[in-house]
């Protein structure tokens, strides 16, 4: 999973694309002011130069406004949503390349993902991770299970369901998920943000988590009796043998 939007590979590609985008500027303001000095009269040359001089200080300012857009639009914890319009304001100019190739500062798939309205995964991205969910499911029912763990499948299928109809993989309702997949709900997302074995993110602190949990809470996303239960049956202490600060509630 990314840290950002895009793959740290692409997104360095698009820092170097900048760079030349920079240097091709700034040689075709010498070159023009070195035509201006040999060409012209020196009173007229001095004109033109300063007026290179100020055109280049527009464009790389306006390049220096594009390159700090696409690195805060990379970013997947920025609040709100990407300014579509501005992303394709900046796809819309064009550099040469070493090979001659007249090219956009962005493709349309560096577009498409600078979009992304929450978390770091474009569509197709986001479906094939949370088809894990009926991964899981399928091999679970291969189980044969005891009459008492039958319904294992079904909760472990449910968990990534929200209250709202939000969730996946089926958008249930909360009348539809069961019980225990509202439990397993609360755990699993707790996990997943104290966990100090993902490579993509740093872990959050026990407070940090809950106050989260509490934000879902507020959204209609998760069960608000369930998690009280969990905070003040301060079932999260259990983590504290993975070496989590202790929680301040």
């Not at 501005?86 to 600078?114: A, C, M």
């Not at 209250?163 to 089926?170: F, S, T, V």
């Not at 309702?173 to 966990?195: F, G, R």
Request: proline share 4%; with cysteine.
């Amino acid at each position: 999973m990314k840290a950002n939007k895009l793959y740290e590979g692409d997104f360095k590609v698009i820092c170097e694309r900048f760079k030349h985008i920079r240097s091709s500027i700034e040689a075709d303001a010498f070159r023009r002011k070195t035509e201006a000095l040999l060409s012209h009269p020196r009173d007229e040359a001095i004109r033109m130069i300063e007026n290179i001089d100020e055109e280049l200080r527009l464009r790389l300012s306006d390049l220096d406004e594009h390159v700090a857009f696409v690195t805060q639009a990379n970013n997947p914890t920025e609040k709100g949503r990407v300014d579509l319009n501005q992303l394709f304001d900046i796809s819309k100019h064009t550099y040469t390349d070493l090979d001659g190739t007249v090219r956009p500062y962005l493709t349309d798939d560096e577009v498409v993902n600078l979009s992304v309205g929450r978390g770091s995964l474009n569509a197709q991205e986001r479906l094939e991770i949370e088809s894990h969910v009926t991964h899981t499911f399928n091999f679970l029912r291969q189980i044969p299970w005891t009459r008492e763990l039958r319904r294992v499948p079904t909760i472990a299928y449910a968990h990534h369901e929200k209250l709202n109809g939000g969730g996946y993989p089926n958008q249930l309702n909360s009348d539809e998920i069961p019980l225990q997949s509202k439990i397993m709900t609360v755990c699993d997302i707790y996990d997943a943000l104290t966990a100090a074995d993902r490579p993509y993110k740093k872990s959050l602190t026990a407070e940090a988590a809950i106050d989260i949990l509490r934000s879902d809470c507020q959204r209609g996303l998760i069960d608000p009796d369930l998690l009280q239960l969990f905070i003040e049956g301060r079932v999260y202490e259990q983590a504290l043998r993975q070496g989590l600060t202790p929680v301040r509630i």
